[in-house]
């Protein structure tokens, strides 16, 4: 598994920085009463944040499942949940702080997405990177 666990590090760690660079001061353009919005929670605010900090990866496994590059797409998806996995329990300072089921939520989703998009995620190494999520992955 040599190269293929250093992109999904990679791919992790990137996805892992992208949404662990999010500060709370994020929220003082979001949050709080917004003129023809109404008020905001500050934790709908930080949901909406991390989910356009987490969009591109997502994005770029749509395009490659509908190019029917599915082996890579299975690597891009393993590289997002273990991404998702590493930011867990990462709430302190940052968006996560305000969602702490952010990850297992959205990790969740991905899977979904996976299965109705035909691509098929490497199950037996997920289990051994990610096992407190073993049951979202059966």
Known sequence: MGDKRSVLDALS????????????EELDT??????????????KAADEILDEALQPFLDDLYRRAGL???SAAAGLAAGI????YHCRHCNSETLL??????????A???VSDCAS?????PTDELLDLMPEWSAMLH
């Open 13 to 24: 760690a990137a996805e892992k920085a992208a949404l662990l660079g999010l500060g709370i």
């Open 30 to 43: 979001r949050a709080g009463y917004r003129p023809g919005r109404g008020y905001v929670h500050p934790a």
């Open 68 to 70: 029917g590059i599915r």
């Open 81 to 84: 949940l273990l991404g998702l």
């Open 97 to 106: 702080e305000y969602c702490p089921d952010y990850a297992a939520e959205r």
């Open 108 to 110: 969740s989703g991905v």
């Open 117 to 121: 998009l035909g691509i098929e995620l």
